[in-house]
Each structure stands twice: as C-alpha cells, then as structure tokens.
C-alpha cells in the first residue's frame, strides 16, 4: 500500500468492506485511522482488539442508510493500516499519535479514528485544532475523564479529556462517574457537563447540548457512554448511559447544525463469542458519516 507519510503499522481490512466504491487515500473524502493502543487501562484490559473487531464487523454491514435514504461509502472511505508502537514511553506513544493524525487532517481529509483506550482522544485533538482554530468536542462518554493524573501518568485514559481541554473546550455527555479531584476541578475548567442522571429531566436537553458547541465539533464516543445493555463490551461499565435512539437522534441533531470535522470512537473491549457490541459500533460509525455526508450523496 503505497501512502503519502510513514508510521510503523500493520495492514487490516477495509471500514465497510471492499467494494466498486472504495477510494484510493487521495480520493477519499474520509480516512479510518486504527489505533489500537492500551496501556492505561486500569479494570479489563481488551480495547487494542476493537478496531480490528469494528473493522471485521463493518464488512457484515449492509451500506444502505434507510434513515437518511443514502449509501455514503461513495463519497470515498479509505482505511490507513493499525498503527503500531514499539516505542518505550507514553509519552512517545502520544507525539506519534499527533503526528499521525496531523497528516491525515492536514490533507484535508475527515480523521475517523478506532480506538484503543481513550488516551488517544487528546493528540487527535491537538491536531484537528491545528486546522480548525476554535473547535469544541462533543463526548459521550459514563466517565468525566477530568483527573490531571492517573496511576503516574497525565496520559492515562481517566485522564483523556483534561489533556483534550487543553487545545478545545467540551461538552460531556452522559456522565454518571466521576472522583471527588474532579468533581472539585469541574467548576474552574472550560467543560460544560450532561449528567446522566437528571439530564433528561429537561426535554431539551438534546438542544442545549448543541447549544453548547461552537460551529466546528470534534466527537469523541467512549463506548461505555452507551446503556450496557447494548454495550457490555467495555472495560469499565457503568449502570445508566444512552439508549441507542438517544444516541442516534443526538448525534444528527449535532451534525445537521454544527460542522462536524472528524470523530472517533473508543473503549471498544470485545467479548469473545459476542459479536453485537462489534456490530454496534460498526453502525454507529456509519450513521455518522450518514448523518454527515449524506447531504452531499443527495446532491
């Protein structure tokens, strides 16, 4: 495979499988970066198989969207190989990660990211603010992320979003955990937060979430967001979360009046023998970039 920029990486199939549509990385109006990094997680380790498990379950995906009435994967889906990191340090990890991700921003392609632990988020970020000064980032997510330091490292995935807040202001979805370092940090930082347990107490709640967005958005989707329920693969549940339709009407409300520039979806720990957590995170990725794309595949 020949690409424009280097990194260490293995090949893997295509997002969505192959088919007459797929583009070439010039071509392609988006890019699928696997990253299958997890060295922080801290309960059930698992989440460096989820973008091979979301990449395998995408080619059972049928690519008609009946929502949005469109087959977007014309616009041109190019999926880079897994990156790989033999490097010693976290720290290296991450300035290899922006690197990466500056490359495909920089081309002027939409950077749809599989994760790996949700460490990944912040020099993703970085990069896309780089592009587009003053985006703001949408997460859905059961945990706060907001710890300054976890178990040695400021790169840990409890500390995901801190280390987001420092290239993009946020908007927390969902959130029904969270330390009381947090809590007591919360009031001071530059994040506005939906907490999962009273947010639906106001039924426009939805709405006040993309009013709290700026014009351009960045979203970051921890599995565990979701309703175990229909997402038990993950490493560290939480009871409560959103339904599937909650997540699907929220994302479109976002997407129909907010530029969306990029997204990633992480925390996927696959489960042996249960493909469906696999197959959710599949469609939810596709009902993205319908809901993003499918405008311009009507035109």
Avoid at 100 to 127: D, Y
Avoid at 225 to 243: F, K, Q, R
Avoid at 272 to 286: E, M, R, T
Wanted: proline residues 8%; glycine residues 8%; hydrophobic residues 40%.
């Amino acid at each position: 495979m020949n690409l424009p920029f280097e990194y260490d990486r293995v090949a893997v199939g295509e997002f969505g499988g192959t088919t007459p549509t797929t583009a070439n990385f010039d071509e392609a109006r988006v890019v699928v970066l696997p990253v299958p990094l997890d060295r922080t997680t801290s309960y059930v380790a698992g989440t460096r198989n989820g973008p091979h498990e979301i990449l395998v379950a995408s080619s059972h995906m049928e690519l008609w969207d009946e929502e949005t009435g469109t087959d977007v994967h014309s616009i041109g889906i190019f999926t880079l190989p897994e990156m790989e990191f033999p490097f010693a340090s976290i720290d290296e990890v991450m300035n290899e990660i922006h690197r990466v991700a500056k490359e495909v921003v920089s081309r002027g392609k939409f950077p749809l990211v599989l994760g790996g632990e949700h460490s990944i988020t912040a020099p993703i970020v970085a990069a896309v603010a780089e592009r587009h000064p003053g985006v703001s980032v949408l997460q859905i997510d059961a945990h706060a992320d907001l710890r300054d330091s976890f178990m040695g490292t400021p790169h840990n995935h409890a500390c995901a979003m801190r280390r987001v807040l420092d290239y993009a202001k946020t908007t927390q979805v969902g959130i029904r955990s969270l330390s009381p370092e947090e809590a007591e940090a919360i009031p001071s930082l530059p994040t506005t937060i939906f907490y999962d347990h009273n947010m639906r107490r106001d039924p426009d709640w939805m709405d006040r979430v993309v009013d709290s967005l700026g014009e351009k958005v960045y979203i970051t989707i921890d599995c565990d967001g979701l309703d175990p329920a229909i997402m038990p693969a993950v490493g560290t549940p939480e009871p409560g979360g959103l339904s599937w339709p909650e997540t699907t009407t929220l994302l479109r409300k976002v997407i129909e009046q907010r530029n969306v520039v990029g997204c990633d979806v992480v925390e996927l720990a696959p489960l042996p023998g249960l493909v469906a957590p696999n197959f959710l995170c599949a469609k939810l990725i596709y009902k993205i970039l319908s809901y993003r794309f499918g405008a311009e595949v009507k035109r």
